[in-house]
T-cell receptor, first 112, second 113 residues
């Protein structure tokens, strides 16, 4: 597609449920990133995929968070047993070899 | 450590120039970026500058880079009400080896008519 596409755009879930957030990067982009934006925390790096290399998971806040990237394209961020502090905007981004990085519109997650 | 600092708020009158400032810590950063975020939207890449440049101009936007002081600024000429948004400065430290961005806290630009 023309830009980074994320779904769902909004998600309200109950505490303790699992959620999956999807990202379709720009076609041909080799690098894919997940960031989290929450009030008072700014933009926080979560995970980075580059081609077939092992992902950089150094930003994942706990083992409840995981991400996959299938076939070098679409990525899914999974949050298990959601907590209220997980409420945030989850932003996906992609780039060609890590220079200019383009973001999607984000998935707004609210845990009630 | 890696840190990017920005002032939190700037208010200007329509038609004036806006200057948003940023300081960063990693002198190895190859690229420095400015992103714009409008309410309820994602991050829009406005412009970026390569570290061996000291200025880049793109229509109403001028980016100035002072590598010695690790200072980056974004000047918006003839600021319009549509420029009201949060502006994020970001660096891409070479030390991260991944293209991972370190963001500032964002500067809220308010443009008064």
């Amino acid at each position: 597609g023309a830009g980074v596409s994320q779904s769902p755009s909004n998600k309200v879930t109950e505490k303790g449920k699992d959620v999956e957030l999807r990202c379709d990067p720009i076609s041909g982009h080799t690098a894919l990133y997940w960031y989290r934006q929450s009030l008072g925390q700014g933009l926080e790096f979560l995970i980075y995929f580059q081609g077939n290399s092992a992902p950089d998971k150094s930003g994942l806040p706990s083992d409840r968070f995981s991400a996959e990237r299938t076939g070098g394209s679409v990525s899914t961020l999974t949050i298990q047993r959601t907590q209220q502090e997980d409420s945030a905007v989850y932003l996906c981004a992609s780039s060609l070899w890590g220079n200019t990085i383009y973001f999607g519109e984000g998935s707004w997650l609210t845990v009630v | 450590g890696e840190d990017v600092e920005q002032s939190l708020f700037l208010s200007v009158r329509e038609g004036d120039s806006s200057v948003i400032n940023c300081t960063y810590t990693d002198s190895s950063s190859t690229y420095l970026y400015w992103y714009k975020q409008e309410p309820g939207a994602g991050l829009q890449l406005l412009t970026y500058i390569f570290s061996n440049m000291d200025m880049k101009q793109d229509q109403r936007l001028t980016v100035l880079l002072n590598k010695k002081d690790k200072h980056l600024s974004l000047r918006i000429a003839d600021t319009q009400t549509g420029d009201s948004a949060i502006y994020f400065c970001a660096e891409s430290p070479n030390s991260s080896n991944t293209g991972k961005l370190i963001f500032g806290q964002g500067t809220t630009l308010q443009v008064k008519p």
